[in-house]
C-alpha cells in the first residue's frame, strides 16, 4: 500500500508543472485526497484537496487560480496542476488519502519542485 508522488522539478517563474499521486495497493474511490508542501525551516501546510467523489474542491488563498487538484479514478491517481509558478511555491510537495468512513491516512514521499530562474 503506498502513494508515489511524480513530475516535480526545476521551473522558470511562470511556467507550469503538473504532479501525479499514483496508489498502488489501494483504490482511491473512497479516499478524500489531498495536496501539502514543505518548504525548508517551515510546517507542511495544506495546498488543495478533493473529496472522494471529486464533487469538492478546496485551496489554499495562496494558489487560488493557479492550481488545479483532479482524480482520474480509472487511473488511481490524483494531479496537481501548477500555473503560473512563484519562487514562494518552491517545496517538496506531499499527497495524502484520508479514508472517507475509516479516516486511515496514507502519505507519499514527496517530490521536490523548485522554481527558480
Known amino acids: 500500500v503506498q502513494l508515489v508522488e511524480s513530475g516535480g522539478g526545476l521551473v522558470q517563474p511562470g511556467g507550469s508543472l503538473r504532479l501525479s499521486c499514483a496508489a498502488s495497493g489501494f483504490t482511491l474511490r473512497n479516499y478524500d485526497m489531498s495536496w501539502y508542501r514543505q518548504a525548508p525551516g517551515k510546517e507542511r501546510d495544506l495546498v488543495a484537496m478533493?473529496?472522494?467523489?471529486?464533487?469538492?474542491?478546496n485551496y489554499a488563498d495562496s494558489v487560488k487560480g493557479r492550481f488545479t487538484i483532479s482524480r482520474d479514478s480509472a487511473k488511481n491517481t490524483v494531479y496537481l496542476q501548477m500555473n503560473s509558478l512563484k519562487p514562494e511555491d518552491t517545496a517538496v510537495y506531499y499527497c495524502?488519502?484520508?479514508?472517507?468512513?475509516?479516516?486511515?491516512?496514507?502519505w507519499g514521499q514527496g517530490t521536490q519542485v523548485t522554481v527558480s530562474s
Open positions: 495524502k488519502a484520508i479514508g472517507r468512513l475509516s479516516k486511515r491516512e496514507y
Open positions: 478533493i473529496t472522494s467523489g471529486g464533487s469538492s474542491t
